[in-house]
């Protein structure tokens, strides 16, 4: 053994054993390789440098921008959806239909992208067909993994063996000359799962984070607070829109999604129109609605008997704000007009006598017309004070014509042991909730007028409540609302292509500090509910709307995509997840659909070198707008770039030193009397042992000479063993560490180290086994 083989024989070493270590990043290992190559001379420095300008290292990363192509216009995503379809199969059709599926992807798209894809549809397969997600995730990895090799663009062990057989002058292999062995492969293991390796899967629940779905859910305690509300048959909020069944206000909870005939419709907007058997998932806490739920704390009477009653005490006159009066550029709030004169504005006129819509908002101007309602005595001492002029008393016709139906009485009574016992007013959340004023209180028989907010309400009291009918229908329509469910699970429901949870920060230079979420009309202006405010190391739910807000205040906010990716633009605010401001490009999946297809016809027909029609086809992606610049960079694997830039000096190194002569010479000596099967059958076992704990591309590097070598010494096709050494590179199947894929489900499913043992070990002898009997038939070995 020469000098330079042993000083390579310390180099390859050395590098393995940080790869299994672990400790350095593998593209540090491959710098380090290169470097060390590069200063002891067993390459020269063109030899050296020449991986990055590779036309492997230059597909290997077109592949990763097409790719990002596919996934950022929402291509990948609809290709996963029909998986739903077999929510409510047999086990053994859902496994094979996802690992079908999750091959056939991987045939296109990068394997670690495809398993990020189908993820949240396989939790929601999961969840809908009643399984633990122990039971899909495992298989849809291993499906992930076994079709990797399909095309010979879709794995960089496929891309670095073809373009190794053309460095060496030899005819490189096709595009789809992989895919009868990968198709194989992927049946038989397939095959293997449905049968006989889902008795080895656990059945275990992954952990609560994993479950959420959503990725704060952690922090803000999700999983606590996500209920289900179903509406009844016979509903009073039939026909009511979001925004007027006062959900929000009354219950304090965020409507985040809605089911309706089985479909469900995410971040749903506050136009919405509800329907009598909709399910509402909603934020918040459940014992708000339990408090309101029956007829126990509420019972509705007639009103009739308080009618005149009301119209004696009550009665209801019109006055115009003038200038010069204190109400003008004032909101109804700030004017304290009921608390500090008992008059209540029920409604307001413009010039033309129009009716505002928005009361608590509204500033008032002069010209506008107010009706309001009061003692006598009250309304006649605001008009001597000047805050209205032209003051008239109005009957009830003319009260109904002029505010156009939002002037209606409703009484009901406070049963003992309702929970609106013994607080005042202001606790019952009347008015703010529901729209609501409290007139007057009939207390044994005697009429209360215009009680003073802190009145404190008793059991047996009569409460004659003034609003508009669509309001009262709400709050008997919030009566009859039951929790239908309470489960975590809901959680992974959550979370789609458009519409996703994240944290939001007020910005250093904000000018928002001190503001509420109602003054800055958050949920109108921005489209995205606010779940909770994260303040001082806790999260607030309650009340959210007249919270001011702080510096280092949090913002969990919920919506859609598209909306996020507006509010990241403001300058008051900081979306800490960028992906979840970057909403899909659906109107340009045909543009990135095209442009993946031309890739692969270009490399079908042999029109160009893959490595061109790779470029091309990533310049195309970001041209028309699939995707930008950045996050061309951003889909790009640097780490594997680097990693196989690095090692392909070191395929140099082996031949050169001679060691690729010796290693074959040894593998010849061994086995090459049996015949090529067995010599296929050697390269097989020790690449796939390397495998799961050395990264693929630099384990193809690294055999790749030593397989050119036996072929050269044995007199069989170099194709036969580099499409040996490719496709065992790709089957890392047995450790959690050998794959990226396999890392992504090992927290979601609950995963440990044993159990990919016990389901990736007989798998692997299964492929061995078919790749063995097939490949020597596929690629002759003379």
Not at 236 to 262: C, D, F, I, N, P
Not at 544 to 557: N, T, W, Y
Not at 587 to 595: D, G, N, P, Q, V
């Amino acid at each position: 053994m020469t000098a330079q083989m042993l000083i390579l024989l310390a180099i390859v070493s050395i590098a393995l054993v940080v790869f299994i270590d672990g400790r350095l990043r593998v593209d540090v290992v491959g710098l380090l390789v290169l470097s060390a190559l590069a200063l002891t001379g067993l390459v020269t420095p063109q030899d050296a440098l020449a991986g990055f300008s590779s036309p492997a290292v230059v597909t290997v990363w077109a592949m990763f921008i097409l790719s990002a192509g596919l996934t950022r216009t929402g291509i990948a995503h609809q290709l996963g959806q029909p998986l739903q379809r077999f929510a409510k199969a047999r086990e053994p059709i859902l496994m094979a239909a996802l690992m079908a599926a999750a091959s056939l992807l991987s045939a296109l798209i990068n394997t670690v992208t495809v398993a990020a894809i189908l993820l949240p549809a396989t939790m929601e397969l999961a969840r809908r067909s009643g399984r633990p997600p122990s039971r899909l995730l495992m298989p849809l990895a291993l499906g992930c993994l076994l079709g990797g090799p399909f095309t010979g663009i879709s794995t960089p062990p496929n891309i670095l063996a073809t373009d190794i057989l053309r460095a060496h002058g030899l005819r490189p292999f096709a595009i789809f000359d992989f895919t009868p062995i990968t198709a194989a492969v992927v049946a038989a293991g397939i095959a293997f799962t449905v049968i006989f390796g889902r008795y080895l899967l656990p059945a275990r629940s992954s952990s609560s984070e994993a479950d959420a779905g959503l990725v704060l859910g952690s922090s803000y305690d999700l999983d606590k607070f996500i209920f289900s509300i179903r509406i009844p048959p016979s509903s009073l909020l039939h026909g009511h829109t979001l925004a007027e069944s006062r959900l929000g206000t009354a219950l304090y909870v965020t409507v985040v999604a809605l089911q309706r005939q089985g479909v469900l419709m995410l971040g749903p907007r506050p136009t919405d129109v509800l329907q009598a058997g909709d399910v509402l998932i909603v934020h918040g806490r459940p014992d708000h609605l339990e408090r309101l739920h029956g007829s126990h704390h509420l019972q509705i009477e007639s009103s009739s008997p308080f009618q005149d009653l009301v119209s004696r005490k009550l009665p209801v006159a019109e006055g115009q704000v003038m200038e010069g009066s204190p109400l003008v550029g004032l909101t109804l709030g700030q004017s304290d007009l009921r608390r500090s004169h008992r008059v209540h504005v029920f409604a307001v006129l413009s010039e033309n006598g129009d009716v505002v819509g928005d009361l608590k908002h509204h500033q008032l101007s002069i010209g506008q017309r107010l009706l309001m309602q009061g003692e006598r005595e009250s309304l006649e001492e605001i008009a001597r004070l000047g805050f209205v002029s032209e003051l008239r008393f109005l009957e009830a016709d003319a009260v109904e014509e002029l505010s156009g139906g939002r002037y209606h009485l409703l009484a009901v009574r406070v049963p003992a042991g309702s929970v609106l016992a013994d607080h005042n007013l202001v606790d019952s959340r009347l008015g703010n909730a529901f729209g609501l004023t409290v007139t007057g209180i009939v207390r044994d028989g005697e009429p209360l007028c215009m009680p003073s907010p802190h009145e404190t309400v008793q059991a047996d009291d009569i409460l004659l409540l003034q609003g508009a009918p669509r309001d009262l229908e709400v709050l008997e329509g919030l009566q009859e609302l039951e929790i239908a469910e309470q489960t975590s699970n809901l959680l992974a429901e959550l979370e789609s292509q458009q519409v996703c949870a994240t944290e939001v920060l007020l910005s250093p230079r904000t000018h928002l500090a001190g503001r509420t979420l109602a003054d800055l009309f958050f949920r109108d202006h921005y489209g995205l509910s606010v779940l909770a405010i994260w303040r001082k190391g806790r999260a607030y739910r309650t009340g959210l709307q007249d919270m001011p807000l702080e510096f280092g205040d949090a913002l969990l906010v919920y919506g859609q995509r598209s909306k996020i990716e507006i509010l990241a633009r403001n300058p008051d605010f900081l979306v800490l997840d960028k992906d979840a401001a970057s909403a899909p490009r659906l109107e340009k999946a045909r543009i990135s659909i095209l442009i993946m297809l031309a890739v692969l016809l270009s490399a079908i027909f042999g029109l160009v070198p893959i490595a061109i029609a790779g470029i091309t086809g990533a310049a195309l992606m970001v041209l028309f707008g699939c995707l930008s610049m950045d996050e061309a960079y951003r889909a790009i694997e640097w780490k594997v770039i680097f990693l196989i830039a690095g090692m392909l000096p070191l395929g140099v190194a082996v031949e050169n030193t001679g060691a690729a002569e010796m290693a074959a010479e040894a593998l010849v000596s061994a086995v090459g009397g049996f015949g090529p099967r067995w010599v296929v059958a050697s390269f097989y076992l020790v690449t796939v042992i390397g495998t799961q704990v050395i990264p693929t591309a630099a384990l193809v590097v690294l055999m790749a000479p030593v397989a050119m070598s036996t072929a050269s010494t044995l007199g069989i096709s170099p194709h036969l063993l580099m499409m040996t050494v490719a496709i065992s590179a790709s089957a890392s199947f047995a450790s959690p560490l050998s794959h990226p894929a396999h890392l992504l489900v090992m927290g979601p499913g609950g995963y440990r180290f044993t159990d990919y043992m016990k389901v990736g070990v007989p798998l692997t002898i299964i492929t061995m086994l078919v790749s063995v009997w097939l490949l020597p038939i596929l690629w002759p070995p003379q």
